[in-house]
């Protein structure tokens, strides 16, 4: 029931196109926008998850083509990564 409306020329719009990207993600703990949603913003994200390793929340970084690229962010992925686990232990633990 899902509308998979084109918001760019790069959005995945078609279901094999979004499972094998929802795929990707699962298998490497992150996830990338590659202007899919906006023209020009590129962006990554980490889950943030509980002890059992269920998903509550994402932590992710955005930004503007001009000033960010996809291997900039994927060299950040280390830092966000333990952010987010820094905010499951305090949610976590307090």
């Known amino acids: 029931t899902l509308n998979l409306e084109a918001k760019t020329s790069n959005t995945h719009s078609d279901i094999d196109s979004l499972k094998a990207e929802l795929s990707t993600i699962d298998s490497q703990c992150y996830a990338l926008d ?17 002890d059992r390793g269920r998903y509550l929340a994402s932590l992710a970084v955005h930004g503007p083509t001009l000033r960010l690229d996809v ?11 333990e952010a987010a686990k820094k905010l499951s232990d305090i949610l976590l633990y307090e």
């Open 34 to 50: 590659k202007e899919e949603f906006m023209d020009g913003m590129v962006a990554i994200a980490v889950p943030v998850v509980d």
């Open 71 to 81: 291997p900039t962010l994927l060299a950040l992925k280390p830092d966000i990564a």
